[in-house]
């Protein structure tokens, strides 16, 4: 079993930039992808970033060039660095992990980009 506690969403202005930050209670080790996801008010959830085993990362279109994906085995923790936010950026962020074949979700994190 993997629990995920994300962190770091809030408030914050157009052009602006959120550090989220994504917790596991167990180790990283054999994840075949770990990542975030976003779903917005009446909106499929959908993939942000992920970084994939041997440490290939995608990203959302809409999002290339303004967020960056990152782990810290050591601290077993996933971040997302998110600049340039937009209003469409609003949304709840989830974490994801992949691991043995099972998927582990965290609560959720809310972000909003509003002025």
């Known amino acids: 079993q993997l629990q995920l506690v994300e962190s770091g969403g809030g408030l914050v202005q157009p052009g602006g930039s959120l550090r989220l930050s994504c917790a596991a209670s167990?180790?990283?080790?054999?994840?075949?992808?770990m990542g975030w996801y976003r779903q917005a008010p009446g909106k499929q959830r959908e993939l942000v970033a992920v970084i994939r085993s041997g440490g290939i990362t995608n990203y959302a279109d809409s999002v290339k060039g303004r967020f960056t994906i990152s782990k810290d085995n050591a601290k077993n923790t996933i971040y997302l660095q998110m600049n340039s936010l937009k209003p469409e950026d609003t949304a709840a962020y989830y974490c994801h992990v992949n691991r043995y074949a099972m998927d582990y979700w965290g609560e959720g994190t809310l972000v909003t980009v509003s002025s």
């Open positions: 167990g180790s990283f080790y054999r994840a075949n992808a």
